[in-house]
């Protein structure tokens, strides 16, 4: 018997979750809306905890349409705590709006989709994750109701709807091709036969759609606007959650949907990765403004990421690699933007002297900062290795190579942020700008976890199971 | 024993950093004591020690899915530069007495240092040896950035640390190759070194990608470039730390991993080492030659020094026509030529700090009859610089009549062009002795210039050991024949 709701727990907790902090949101009076942040974070740390009785579950539910195995159960503890992380960025920011509710409400929304986008083992599921995981993000983006808040929503919206029209297409080409099934595991046998040319149309034009999603090129035109657009926790969000799931997404889609011999997508995702890492390192480059810089960081940061995808289901450990480097790559960059949170200035020359006025927030910018270049011991660097590992087990060793050479070469811009902000202007100690406490906790937590990271979440990797479920 | 010993200073600096309030002279005094408690405890391991083989293994999975571990140990290799790192860090913590700006964090800092490089130097591991290799990158970065002087310490800091973590990914490159090849798959340097992975042209690979590492940190013509500029910007004792540890470990990668990891693909190309060495061992010494500078001057000759050691371990890949005995003695002259420079050069950077700290520059024109007021330093340098020049008595010598020793059988060519390098050098130190100590006074100093005695109980010691070994080498030599030979043999199975 396949038709569990409680096998739902987290997803549906997530949506209880959303509902019940509108309504309270709603009901109570502006100054009071702490209450409904709690309801969030409490919905949030429910999720959570749901997963855990679920940790070693390995079935399908509803018709193979959704999976619960690795793969769903990292998303389930992973995206909610990002979720969570991103509610304390939030707490110092949106704090007494008169919109705070809707944020947290778009918040948990935008968190069940890219759960849900990540347990999708059905095209037509997958559709839905989608749709249900991008409006949200639209929202959010335009949520401080400002100008460049309303550019950054219409750019995610349209970027978005056109990625989603491919996504849409090539499900149901793939459906058709598939004999009329939408579920991974009768398609992988009904595509085995068909034409490679049809599937590969028609796989392009789902992994557009995911690649919007997770922001890699060349569906990436949107991040950098919208995280500067945005306010820094939507910021925060919209560089976080969706590639979490887009991610999850697109590894279950090549592993267990697409046999690579009737369409060659490894060398295709492969391309992709380099062509993402290089182009958001050096576009990177010359950014003034530090929520460009991170967001093209991130966009550089998918494309090391695409590379475990690349080898899905052909490097024994491509999936341990996958969630190390996505639990690490989710700490850490949430710490920067914590960062960024706690001390929003508009140019990089303006966080000079943070070492004297804030020495735990320029602690914490240089373990995340030098975290996502991948030094040691940190988390991303955990990260990195086992990709590396994996994608050259894979038969990808020129992509190991790229990889490399992009990371020397990030190493320059994260340095261009760390320098003014460690440097020691001579002159009285200078006065401290007001900085909510929100962020500046969650900067330190998410520093300690990025520092700790490489010991903590690796021997819980060698526990991960290989493949995911049928 | 071993995690103790290397995690110790970790320890005191995280102590400090959250140590706000305590005083400068505390600071200073625990700096020293926790250095000389290493030298202490590294003395200990030595008296202990078996004398062949590993010792003091600890094997513990640490990464049980990406097959790393943390596994330590100690053996003749590692042995004396474990001892010399602790002795460079002590008399950069002696030296440091009452100097720095911000010694709470400078002394932290070095501490942090310490770790990574003692850590280093017992890693058996290769990820481990790497997140060390990586870390000492980052601490030295925040030396010179921090502490540098002159108008460009930022750049030079800059530029070492892009180029340095260049090479350390070029490293791991190799170190991944290493593991993917390896069946089954492990990071492991031990079990890697029983069954060598990798052969023809994967091997040949993987070697490019980790001599590119450890070249650029060695580092070798013509990956050179960042070093001038770094130790010019650098404080003294970041200096010494810098030339006489942080070079060391490429060097120490060349007889712990890519000899014994890399025998067939080593012997194949050992030739394009030796020839890197010859060109490393003339340009380091041309180029020193020509500098104005004194801390230039010393930071040339540690090429050329360097280029010596990469002479003798490429020497000892060139199995045909050579007999095992004399390849042992060049890698025996190549561990020596690394604890001798760590010690000379140290002390050599530290006089310049000196100098430098007392006339504010480092230009040789700008003295001049030096040895008359302040004898003392005059006394220190001039043997300092006999020292590096490898006179008779001190390790220098030892070191440098071992590698061409050694080196001859297998490649008389490459040594014959390396010999002259020992002349310019002399050569080059001689002339600057001329400059600084002799002649007219074209400076303003007077006595009270001479050295402190913090200043001459940091470089004393050095000196001291330096001319210990030359004296008394088989105190040395019997610890790193036993592991030389074993390195040889394993690069000629």
């Known amino acids: 018997m396949t038709e569990r709701p409680l096998a739902l727990l987290p997803e549906l907790l997530l949506l209880a979750g959303a509902v019940s902090t509108l309504l309270t949101g709603a009901f109570l009076p502006r100054e009071r809306q702490w209450v409904a942040r709690l309801v969030a974070a409490g919905a949030l740390l429910a999720a959570v905890l749901a997963t855990l009785p679920a940790v070693g579950e390995r079935t399908t539910v509803y018709a193979h349409s959704y999976a619960l195995d690795a793969g769903t159960t990292a998303a389930r503890l992973l995206i909610p705590l990002a979720g969570l992380l991103v509610v304390g960025i939030a707490a110092g920011r949106v704090a007494g709006n008169r919109r705070e509710t809707e944020f947290y409400v778009l918040t948990l929304l935008a968190v069940l989709g890219a759960v849900l986008l990540a347990g999708a083992s059905d095209l037509l599921l997958l559709a839905v994750a989608y749709l249900l995981s991008s409006v949200p993000l639209a929202g959010l983006a335009g949520w401080g109701r400002d100008r460049r808040g309303a550019e950054a929503a219409l750019k995610v919206y349209l970027v978005g709807a056109l990625a989603g029209v491919g996504l849409l297409a090539g499900a149901a080409l793939l459906t058709a091709l598939g004999g009329g099934a939408s579920d991974y595991d009768r398609l992988a046998a009904g595509l085995a036969g068909a034409p490679s040319t049809a599937v590969a149309v028609g796989v392009v034009g789902v992994l557009a759609g995911l690649l919007f999603k997770i922001g890699a090129v060349p569906g990436h035109f949107w991040v950098p606007d919208a995280v500067q657009g945005a306010s820094i926790p939507a910021g925060a969000l919209l560089t976080t959650v969706p590639k979490l799931g887009g991610l999850l997404a697109a590894y279950r889609l090549f592993a267990v949907a697409v046999p690579a011999d009737v369409v060659d997508w490894p060398l295709l995702?492969?391309?992709?990765?380099?062509?993402?890492?290089?182009?958001?390192?050096?576009?990177?480059?010359?950014?003034?403004d530090p929520r460009r810089l991170l967001a093209y960081s991130t966009v550089a940061q998918v494309g090391y990421l695409l590379m475990a995808v690349a080898v899905a289901g052909r490097a024994e450990r491509a999936l341990p690699a996958l969630l190390v480097y996505l639990a690490g790559y989710a700490v850490t960059n949430l710490g920067a933007f914590a960062v960024l949170a706690a001390e929003p200035h508009d140019t990089l020359d303006d966080y000079r002297g943070l070492a004297r006025r804030r020495p735990w927030l320029a602690a914490t910018l240089v373990i995340c900062l030098l975290g996502l270049v991948g030094t040691p011991p940190t988390a991303v660097f955990a990260g990195k290795l086992t990709v590396f590992t994996a994608a050259w087990d894979g038969g990808l060793a020129w992509l190991v190579v790229v990889a490399a050479v992009n990371t020397v070469a990030s190493l320059f811009y994260y340095l261009r942020w760390l320098v003014p902000a460690l440097s020691l202007p001579s002159g009285p100690r200078p006065l401290r700008p007001a900085s909510p406490r929100g962020p500046r906790v969650v900067a330190v937590a998410t520093a300690v976890a990025a520092l700790l990271g490489a010991a903590g979440?690796?021997?819980?990797?060698?526990?991960?199971?290989?493949?995911?479920?049928r | 024993m071993l995690s103790l010993i290397v995690f110790t200073p970790l320890a005191v600096a995280v102590l400090l950093l959250c140590w706000r309030g305590l005083p400068a002279r505390a600071v200073s005094w625990l700096w020293i004591a926790v250095t000389v408690v290493e030298v202490v405890a590294v003395l200990g391991v030595w008296w202990a020690y078996p004398g062949e083989g590993f010792a003091y293994e600890v094997d513990r999975p640490w990464i049980p899915g990406a097959g790393a571990g943390y596994h330590v140990g100690v053996d003749g290799l590692s042995l004396p530069l474990l001892a010399l790192t602790t002795v460079v860090f002590a008399a950069c913590a002696v030296y440091s007495l009452r100097r720095q700006p911000r010694p709470r964090q400078f002394a932290a800092l070095f501490l942090a240092l310490q770790t990574t490089c003692l850590g280093l130097f017992v890693s058996l591991d290769l990820i481990l040896f790497f997140v060390f290799f990586d870390l000492s990158i980052v601490g030295m970065y925040a030396v010179i950035a921090g502490w540098g002087h002159g108008p460009q310490a930022r750049r030079s800091a800059l530029t070492f640390f892009l180029y340095t973590f260049l090479g350390s990914l070029a490293l791991l490159l190799g170190f991944i190759g290493l593991y993917v090849a390896a069946a089954p798959h492990t990071f492991d340097m031990v079990a890697l070194t029983r069954d060598p992975p990798t052969r023809g042209v994967a091997g040949a690979l993987v070697l490019l990608a980790i001599l590119l590492g450890l070249a650029i940190k060695t580092p070798t013509f013509p990956f050179h470039t960042w070093l001038p500029p770094a130790h010019t910007d650098a404080p003294a004792a970041g200096s010494a730390v810098l030339a006489g540890i942080l070079l060391k470990m490429g060097t120490y990668g060349f007889v712990r991993i890519a000899m014994p990891v890399l025998p067939d693909a080593w012997r194949r190309h050992a030739w394009v080492v030796v020839v890197v060495g010859v060109v490393s061992v003339l340009y380091g010494a041309l180029v020193a030659l020509a500098q104005r500078s004194f801390k230039r001057m010393v930071a040339y000759t540690s090429v050329n020094h360097m280029g010596y050691v990469v002479l003798a371990v490429g020497a000892a890949g060139l199995v045909a026509g050579s007999d095992a005995q004399a390849r042992a003695v060049a890698v025996t002259g190549a561990v020596t030529q690394m604890v001798s420079h760590g010690l000379i050069t140290s002390a050599l950077f530290l006089l310049a700090g000196v100098l430098y700290d007392r006339g504010g520059t480092y230009r040789m024109d700008a003295y001049g009859g030096l040895a008359g007021d302040t004898p003392r330093f005059a006394a220190l340098t001039a043997v300092a610089a006999f020292a590096s020049l490898g006179l008779p008595g001190f390790s220098g010598f030892i070191a440098e009549f071992q590698i061409f020793a050694g080196s001859l059988g297998s490649a008389p060519v490459a040594v014959a062009f390396a010999l002259p390098g020992i002349l310019v050098t002399a050569a080059l130190f001689?002339?600057?002795?001329?400059?600084?100590?002799?002649?007219?006074?074209?400076?303003?100093?007077?006595?009270?210039?001479?050295?402190?005695?913090?200043?001459?109980?940091?470089?004393l010691p050095l000196l001291a050991l330096s001319l210990l070994i030359g004296v008394f080498p088989r105190l040395l030599l019997d610890v790193v024949e036993p592991a030389a030979r074993a390195v040889t043999e394993l690069v000629a199975r």
């Open chain 1, 269 to 288: 995702v492969a391309v992709l990765a380099a062509v993402t890492m290089t182009l958001g390192n050096f576009a990177a480059f010359g950014q003034a």
């Open chain 1, 457 to 469: 979440a690796l021997p819980l990797a060698g526990l991960v199971e290989q493949t995911l479920q």
């Open chain 2, 430 to 459: 001689l002339w600057a002795l001329h400059r600084v100590f002799l002649g007219p006074a074209r400076h303003r100093l007077s006595a009270t210039a001479d050295v402190t005695a913090a200043e001459t109980a940091a470089v």
